[in-house]
């Protein structure tokens, strides 16, 4: 008997217009009180969302600013550009509180360790670097691509370091002593960026073909594909539950990946043009998008509430998750009927489903218990 239950749709509740050129990149920070915003026009906008929508314009770089991050305390901002350097900033009136060179090329990314205490960083230059945030100190240096680094991010326990390249290839890196641990291939497109979940066990990479891969970061496997969008993809966020990706792409959609089920369950627009960032708050409650049509978009997320308990309630009946029949202008849904009519029973095809689900449900089981134990530690 099929479900009648449906997700939420998520719903767009603000619009921020401000920058004079395309968005690079977005970032909450950690008290969702504020959103950071880098641009081609050369600057960082950082956004207060608690009401007035007043924003602040940080300006400094030379050139367009690629990236921006908050650090884990929110008492600074970080920003990555083509000028080569990397600028620290106190997001308040205040402003800049420091400037280094960090790269001999486009700096393309910048990201704070999970203690504050360090700054990671991609460049054009075929390189990621580590620095120390007080005094801007060079750490070390993991050299092993051959062609532009997009993208750097570090575990949650800061012990791992993911890049990936133009060189199709993404690298696992050893934070200590800077080797490389492990390095995954991509015969046709290349990484444009990555995420860690949560959980620090999985890292996904969404390519230039649209595609994106969740490789588990202790066995190299590949454990979930999605072909989703019709041209690369731009951005991907994990939810902060670990059950959800949220990616943008330059064919103008976002979607929404229910990993724990692993297929899509919307697909949304209302940019104008390519998106190019994405981002979720730390509690997950809020995302926001942004596009080369110079906007920042805030959006209730909705589904995960009623997710969550409909999966309590699934897990309960012994049900599966229903699928959702919601349809709008700005919000899709995306269907299986098709899948379900033209099923394939070769041997093949079944061997294939077989070894997908058993994934899916290890997938479920190290994301449950993970998350079981965080809550248990929080008390």
């Given at each position: 008997?099929?479900s009648?239950?449906?997700?939420?749709?998520?719903?767009l509740?603000?619009?921020?217009?401000?920058?004079?050129n395309?968005?690079?990149?977005?970032?909450f920070?950690?008290?969702?009180?504020?959103?950071?915003?880098?641009?081609?026009d050369?600057s960082?906008?950082?956004?207060d969302?608690?009401?007035?929508?007043?924003?602040y314009?940080?300006?400094?770089h030379d050139?367009?600013?690629?990236?921006?991050?908050?650090?884990?305390?929110?008492?600074?901002?970080?920003?990555a550009?083509?000028?080569?350097?990397?600028?620290?900033?106190v997001?308040?009136?205040?402003?800049?509180?420091?400037?280094?060179?960090?790269h001999?090329?486009?700096?393309?990314?910048?990201?704070?360790s999970p203690?504050?205490?360090?700054i990671?960083?991609?460049?054009?230059d075929?390189?990621?670097?580590?620095?120390?945030?007080?005094?801007?100190?060079?750490?070390?240096?993991?050299?092993?691509?051959t062609n532009w680094?997009?993208?750097?991010?570090?575990?949650s326990?800061?012990?791992?370091?993911?890049?990936?390249?133009?060189d199709?290839?993404?690298?696992?890196w050893?934070?200590d002593?800077?080797?490389c641990?492990?390095?995954?291939?991509?015969?046709k497109?290349?990484g444009?960026?990555?995420a860690?979940?949560?959980s620090?066990c999985?890292?996904?990479?969404?390519t230039?073909?649209?595609?994106?891969?969740?490789?588990?970061?202790?066995?190299?496997?590949?454990?979930?594909?999605?072909?989703?969008?019709?041209?690369?993809?731009?951005?991907?966020?994990?939810?902060?539950?670990?059950?959800?990706?949220?990616t943008s792409?330059?064919?103008?959609?976002?979607?929404?990946l229910d990993?724990?089920?692993?297929?899509?369950?919307?697909?949304?627009?209302g940019?104008?043009g390519?998106?190019s960032?994405?981002?979720?708050?730390a509690?997950g409650?809020?995302?926001a998008?942004?596009?080369?049509?110079?906007?920042v978009?805030i959006?209730?997320?909705?589904?995960?509430?009623?997710?969550?308990?409909?999966?309590?309630?699934?897990?309960?009946?012994?049900?599966?998750?229903?699928?959702?029949?919601?349809?709008?202008?700005?919000?899709?849904?995306?269907?299986?009927?098709?899948?379900?009519?033209?099923?394939?029973?070769?041997?093949?095809?079944?061997?294939?489903?077989?070894?997908?689900?058993?994934?899916?449900?290890?997938?479920?089981?190290?994301?449950?218990n993970y998350?079981?134990?965080?809550r248990?530690?929080?008390?």
């Amino acid at each position: 008997m099929e479900s009648k239950f449906t997700y939420l749709e998520p719903s767009l509740e603000k619009q921020l217009k401000g920058h004079r050129n395309g968005i690079t990149a977005l970032y909450f920070s950690p008290n969702e009180q504020q959103i950071a915003s880098s641009s081609l026009d050369n600057s960082v906008l950082l956004w207060d969302l608690r009401g007035t929508m007043r924003s602040y314009r940080f300006q400094g770089h030379d050139e367009a600013v690629m990236d921006v991050t908050f650090s884990p305390s929110g008492k600074f901002m970080a920003s990555a550009s083509r000028d080569k350097t990397v600028r620290l900033w106190v997001p308040t009136v205040t402003g800049s509180t420091g400037m280094f060179k960090a790269h001999s090329q486009t700096v393309r990314s910048v990201q704070f360790s999970p203690d504050g205490t360090k700054i990671i960083t991609a460049s054009d230059d075929k390189i990621v670097k580590l620095w120390s945030t007080d005094k801007h100190k060079f750490l070390a240096s993991f050299v092993g691509h051959t062609n532009w680094v997009r993208c750097a991010r570090m575990s949650s326990d800061g012990s791992v370091i993911a890049s990936c390249s133009d060189d199709k290839s993404t690298k696992l890196w050893n934070q200590d002593n800077g080797e490389c641990i492990h390095t995954y291939k991509d015969q046709k497109g290349h990484g444009l960026c990555l995420a860690w979940h949560p959980s620090g066990c999985y890292i996904a990479v969404g390519t230039s073909h649209g595609n994106v891969k969740l490789y588990d970061v202790r066995t190299h496997n590949l454990v979930q594909y999605y072909s989703i969008h019709n041209d690369a993809i731009t951005s991907l966020a994990f939810h902060p539950s670990g059950s959800y990706i949220l990616t943008s792409s330059k064919d103008g959609k976002m979607k929404i990946l229910d990993l724990l089920e692993g297929h899509p369950i919307f697909t949304l627009s209302g940019h104008t043009g390519p998106v190019s960032a994405v981002n979720f708050s730390a509690g997950g409650d809020t995302f926001a998008s942004a596009g080369e049509d110079k906007l920042v978009f805030i959006w209730k997320t909705n589904f995960t509430e009623l997710a969550g308990d409909l999966k309590e309630n699934i897990e309960d009946n012994g049900s599966t998750m229903p699928k959702c029949m919601s349809q709008s202008s700005k919000i899709t849904s995306t269907s299986k009927d098709t899948k379900d009519r033209n099923q394939d029973y070769s041997l093949t095809s079944i061997t294939t489903q077989y070894t997908v689900a058993f994934q899916k449900i290890e997938f479920r089981e190290n994301c449950c218990n993970y998350y079981a134990l965080k809550r248990s530690s929080s008390y």
